[in-house]
């Protein structure tokens, strides 16, 4: 087992969190980014009254993650491990949000983290991915994802990290970005062009383009959290248009999460255009996915919803029609 602890360093305006792990004589140093901004902090007390140091960190699986470089990571002295205080001069705050033990176990795929702390236990997983990022938020070709796999993927993921015969191309932590068009039920009020649909439900469905994806419980409640962020939010709004024709027209308004007689999430919204022959919804969303090949199917992690839309032949054959009224 290693030392570890999870440093806030602020710069001005600009905070990042550092995970710092004792290997020998050294530290090894991995930066992640943190998308929320921040007031400038120059003080240490003002850091530890900063609302924001540790906002993106917990320990729920599916949910927990961090964005970062790829890099190699940063090497430092063992004195910087619990390192407390503002440096000389360029007058940046470091503080320590959490520390402990960790088991590292590296592999060609990426790296494991067995953490033994207070707010980080378990499994998490960093993995090397093609950058997602189109707005300079990460620099460069790739980016590190930090994170807790929910359950099943943990269970999945350690069964066929040890099944040599599988090409390392399709192991799990190999994410792919894809965007996806689930299709489900809809009921329209036509007078005033609201409707009440099913968004998307646990359960294996094909997509318009012949991908087979498999939504998990875990997903469907990582999905729903992202959503109901974004309205709540305001950053990423979720529009309405039709026919994927990327001309939104109307936005979500509210989104509830079911659990009977599967795990579903049930949303409200508009739209002013018209409706036409529409009888579904499809999700326009990039999602961080795995392929597991003894299912033949996409294993969604993560996900972000662009909008909704409007079509005509749902692809969702469990998502009834949710009647007006």
Not at 86 to 95: A, I, N, R
Not at 131 to 139: L, R, T, V, W
Not at 155 to 184: C, F, H, R, W, Y
Not at 260 to 267: S, T, V, Y
Request: glycine share 8%.
């Amino acid at each position: 087992m290693n030392k570890f602890s999870l440093m806030g360093h602020w710069k001005g305006d600009q905070f990042q969190y550092e995970l710092q792990i004792l290997n020998g004589e050294k530290i090894e140093m991995y930066p992640f980014k943190s998308s929320r901004p921040t007031q400038t902090i120059t003080t240490l007390q003002a850091a530890k009254s900063a609302e924001c140091k540790c906002t993106e960190m917990g320990d729920v699986p599916g949910v927990s993650r961090l964005f970062g470089s790829d890099s190699t990571p940063i090497e430092r002295e063992p004195a910087w491990l619990e390192f407390e205080g503002v440096t000389e001069g360029t007058k940046e705050v470091y503080m320590p949000i959490e520390h402990g033990e960790v088991e590292v176990i590296k592999t060609e795929n990426g790296t494991q983290f067995n953490f033994n702390s207070e707010k980080m236990n378990g499994r998490w997983l960093m993995r090397t991915l093609p950058n997602i990022f189109d707005d300079g938020f990460i620099k460069g070709e790739n980016m590190n994802l930090f994170w807790k796999p929910d359950n099943l993927l943990t269970q999945m993921s350690s069964k066929m990290e040890n099944a040599q015969s599988i090409p390392s191309k399709d192991l799990p932590g190999e994410k792919v970005k894809i965007s996806t068009n689930m299709q489900s039920g809809i009921s329209i009020s036509s007078n005033s062009k609201e409707f009440d649909t099913i968004v998307a439900a646990e359960g294996t469905w094909i997509d318009k383009f012949g991908q087979k994806f498999t939504y998990t419980k875990e997903f469907i409640n990582t999905l729903f959290t992202n959503m109901n962020m974004q309205l709540l939010e305001g950053t990423i709004p979720i529009g309405v248009d039709k026919e994927h024709d990327k001309m939104d027209n109307g936005k979500m308004t509210n989104l509830q999460l079911l659990e009977q007689p599967i795990a579903h999430i049930r949303g409200r919204g508009f739209f002013n255009g018209k409706m036409g022959d529409a009888s579904g919804v499809s999700i326009d969303a990039e999602l961080d996915a795995v392929f597991l090949p003894e299912f033949q199917s996409w294993f969604p992690v993560n996900g972000i919803t662009k909008r909704v839309s409007l079509v005509a032949s749902p692809a969702c054959k469990v998502c009834n029609f949710i009647p007006s009224g």
